[in-house]
């Protein structure tokens, strides 16, 4: 690797050194290092307070700019050769091994669900409710999760609209045979997108059907033998099940909400305290990660790195198409340059925004996991830093939205998201546990 970014920003000392007008909160951290990056290294001495840590990720497509940074060498680049990023058998053992932490055994950030972090920091979701401090560092990506269902409901070609499942929903639950839904984890993105998808097809998700908890990885098995009716996840997964012609994908996650925040890179609050320096590496290589995984003809040899057995261990084939914005929904619709892909960098979808944050609190107040009377800009004033990203930007020479907030947000059904009035969203919501 050379001393550029994939952007090709050079990071020469002249540029570091105008990086010294940051806040004042970062001031420490930038007279710690001496000298720039010269090859990709820290000056001796100068260096991340560790040479690594610990990272988990689960097998999906959004965990690539992690998977990236490794394969890439770009951790050992920005002075941290020892990082190990971890496969986690599902988002509760993420959680389990977060609150272990690097020194009981665990980790110490991940490839995470957004609101995960909130619900962990707040000990809605950790054992005894104990808090565990956490930071949200930057967004991974932006679209291209989707909801899926079996194969039994082809005729009824259901899309965007949930409302055609309505009615067979119904039926299932006066036979005492409730349809299942599956999601990945309770209050995380998965979970909230099919939340609102059905809702806003007139299916109320707690008392109309039967959710349930599936790790990404084991959504197309659990699908084959007839366990769930539908599911919403990440790729690879979704296409996986188009492949294997076990059901179609009734919508992407980016035709509900277009340009969507998903994953984030959330770290333990006691490690980026303790490492601010590490904290910056990890970042820098992370964001130059994605950089390089946004690229189109980077895309066949992205799918190739993450396939492999040690990453996801499954066909490049079931990767490569929609990450290249290669739609076959497996209904007879097929989309030949979506707009709707992932996207790990262009957008700014590296940048974590708050009002984003808001919006999956406000979500998560909705279906009853935070108390309606929840500070939701204090707790996002807590996890999310994007101040920690904006130094990394100004670092690598990127730019950084001038805003914290993207704004005012529309989905699919026309309803609006005001970041500086989640009261009045959640009061327009006709589906919802909080009066």
């Known amino acids: 690797m050379t001393d550029k970014t994939v952007s090709g920003t050079s990071l020469s000392r002249r540029s570091f050194l105008k990086s010294t007008a940051a806040?004042?909160?970062?001031?420490?951290?930038?007279?710690?290092?001496k000298a720039t990056f010269p090859g990709g290294a820290f000056a001796a001495g100068s260096g991340p307070e560790v040479t690594g840590t610990k990272l988990g990720f689960i097998a999906l497509t959004d965990a690539s700019p992690l998977i990236v940074a490794k394969e890439k060498g770009l951790f050992e680049k920005y002075g941290l050769?020892?990082?190990?990023?971890?496969?986690?058998?599902?988002?509760?053992a993420t959680r389990d091994n977060l609150v272990l932490g690097l020194e009981g055994g665990g980790i110490d950030g991940a490839h995470i669900l957004t609101p995960m972090p909130y619900l962990i920091s707040s000990g809605k979701v950790t054992q005894n409710n104990v808090p565990l401090p956490m930071y949200i560092l930057a967004r991974l990506n932006l679209d291209a999760q989707a909801i899926s269902v079996g194969a039994a409901y082809a005729d009824l070609k259901v899309g965007a609209d949930a409302g055609v499942l309505k009615e067979v929903f119904a039926r299932k639950l006066a036979e005492g045979q409730a349809a299942k839904v599956a999601m990945t984890f309770p209050g995380g993105t998965h979970d909230l997108w099919i939340r609102y998808w059905l809702a806003a097809g007139g299916i109320d998700p707690d008392k109309d059907v039967e959710t349930i908890v599936v790790p990404p990885p084991q959504m197309v098995a659990n699908m084959k033998v007839?366990?769930?009716?539908?599911?919403?996840?990440?790729e690879p997964w979704n296409a996986q099940l188009v492949n294997q012609g076990i059901g179609y994908t009734a919508v992407n996650t980016a035709e509900i909400w277009a340009k969507h925040p998903e994953k984030s890179l959330g770290l333990r609050a006691d490690f980026v305290d303790k490492n601010p320096i590490a904290t910056q590496a990890i970042?820098?290589?992370?964001?130059?990660?994605?950089?390089?995984?946004?690229?189109?003809?980077?895309?066949?040899?992205?799918?190739?790195?993450v396939s492999k057995r040690a990453w996801f261990n499954v066909p490049a084939k079931d990767i490569v198409g929609r990450i290249k914005g290669e739609y076959d929904y497996g209904n007879g619709k097929v989309v030949a340059e979506s707009p709707h892909f992932m996207k790990?960098?262009?957008?700014?979808?590296?940048?974590?925004?708050?009002?984003?944050?808001s919006w999956f609190l406000a979500e998560d107040i909705r279906w009853g996991k935070f108390a309606p009377d929840t500070d939701i800009a204090a707790l996002v004033g807590k996890v999310n830093r994007s101040d920690l990203w904006r130094e990394a930007a100004k670092t690598l020479g990127v730019a950084a939205p001038a805003s914290d907030s993207r704004g005012v947000e529309t989905f699919f059904d026309g309803k609006t998201f005001d970041p500086a009035n989640p009261s009045a969203y959640l009061e327009s919501l006709s589906i919802k546990r909080v009066a």
């Open 81 to 92: 050769p020892d990082m190990e990023i971890l496969k986690q058998a599902s988002w509760g």
């Open 23 to 33: 806040t004042a909160g970062t001031a420490a951290l930038f007279s710690a290092i």
């Open 226 to 234: 007839g366990t769930m009716d539908a599911f919403c996840v990440g």
């Open 283 to 305: 970042l820098m290589a992370v964001m130059e990660a994605q950089q390089w995984a946004d690229d189109m003809a980077n895309k066949e040899e992205l799918a190739s790195i």
């Open 344 to 357: 790990f960098w262009r957008d700014d979808a590296s940048f974590p925004f708050k009002s984003h944050d």
